[in-house]
C-alpha cells in the first residue's frame, strides 16, 4: 500500500523515508540488519530493501553483508550528514528520541506524543511544530522526566513539554477536559527502548 507523502517533511516520499533516516541518523554509530529495521517499523521486509536502495544508491546509507543478512548503518562521511541530522531531528526525531531515553526513566509504563506534532505526524496539515508535547503513564519520578526531556531537547533542537499521570487518570479520563480532548486527538505511542 503506497503511503502519503510525509506532512512533518514535505521533502521526503512517505513517513517511513522520515522515520527510518532519522532512527539511522539520530543512532549513526549503531548498524542494524535489516530485517529488524522491519519489525521496528511495522513494515515489510520488501519496503525496507526498497528504501534501504534507493537511500543506499543516493549515497546516504552504507550497507554489508554479515553471513546471510543485510546490515544498515547512516553514512555520516557524505557532505550532507550534519544537515540532514539536524533536519531529521527537528521533524521525525521526537520518535527516534523520546522512547529511548524514556524507557530509562523508572516508574514510565507508556509514553504517547500529542498535540500538533501527533497531529502532524497523522497528515493533518500545518507548520512545523515548535515544541513536543508528550504525555507519560505511570508514577515516574517528575525531576527524572524534566531530566530525560533536557536531555532529549538536546538532540531534537526543540522544547520537550512532558505531563505524567497515573494508569487510573489515563484509564478513566472522564471529567478531565484536557484527557478527554487528547483521547480524541491524534496520539504517537512512543516506542519504549530500542528493542520494542
Known amino acids: 500500500m503506497k503511503q502519503p507523502p510525509s506532512v512533518l517533511l514535505p521533502l521526503l516520499r512517505s513517513p517511513f523515508q522520515g522515520e527510518l533516516l532519522a532512527w539511522l541518523f539520530l543512532h549513526?554509530?549503531?548498524?542494524?540488519?535489516?530485517?529488524?529495521?522491519?519489525?521496528?517499523?511495522?513494515?515489510?521486509?520488501?519496503?525496507?530493501?526498497?528504501?534501504?536502495?534507493?537511500?543506499?544508491a543516493a549515497g546516504l546509507l552504507a550497507t554489508r553483508r554479515a553471513g546471510n543478512m543485510r546490515m544498515i548503518r547512516a553514512d555520516t562521511d557524505v557532505p550532507v550528514a550534519r544537515p540532514l541530522t539536524e533536519l531529521l531531528a527537528l521533524t521525525y526525531g521526537p520518535i527516534a528520541v523520546l522512547g529511548e531515553r524514556l524507557a530509562e526513566v523508572p516508574g514510565v509504563e507508556e509514553a504517547f506524543i500529542y498535540g500538533s506534532w501527533a497531529a502532524r505526524y497523522s497528515g493533518e496539515p500545518?507548520?512545523?511544530?515548535?515544541?513536543?508535547?508528550?504525555?507519560?503513564?505511570?508514577?515516574?519520578?517528575?525531576?527524572?522526566?524534566?531530566?530525560?526531556?533536557?536531555?532529549?531537547?538536546?538532540?531534537?533542537?526543540?522544547?520537550?513539554?512532558?505531563?505524567?499521570?497515573?494508569?487510573?487518570?489515563?484509564?478513566?479520563?472522564?471529567?478531565?477536559?484536557?484527557?478527554?480532548?487528547?483521547?480524541?486527538?491524534?496520539?504517537?505511542r512512543l516506542q519504549m527502548g530500542e528493542g520494542q
Open 28 to 56: 549513526p554509530e549503531e548498524e542494524y540488519a535489516q530485517v529488524d529495521l522491519a519489525r521496528r517499523f511495522e513494515v515489510s521486509p520488501a519496503s525496507v530493501t526498497r528504501e534501504v536502495d534507493r537511500l543506499s
Open 126 to 188: 500545518g507548520r512545523v511544530p515548535n515544541d513536543v508535547d508528550v504525555l507519560v503513564v505511570g508514577s515516574a519520578d517528575e525531576d527524572d522526566l524534566y531530566d530525560a526531556a533536557r536531555a532529549a531537547e538536546g538532540v531534537l533542537g526543540r522544547e520537550v513539554n512532558i505531563r505524567r499521570l497515573s494508569r487510573e487518570a489515563w484509564a478513566s479520563p472522564e471529567g478531565d477536559p484536557f484527557l478527554e480532548t487528547v483521547k480524541t486527538r491524534p496520539l504517537v
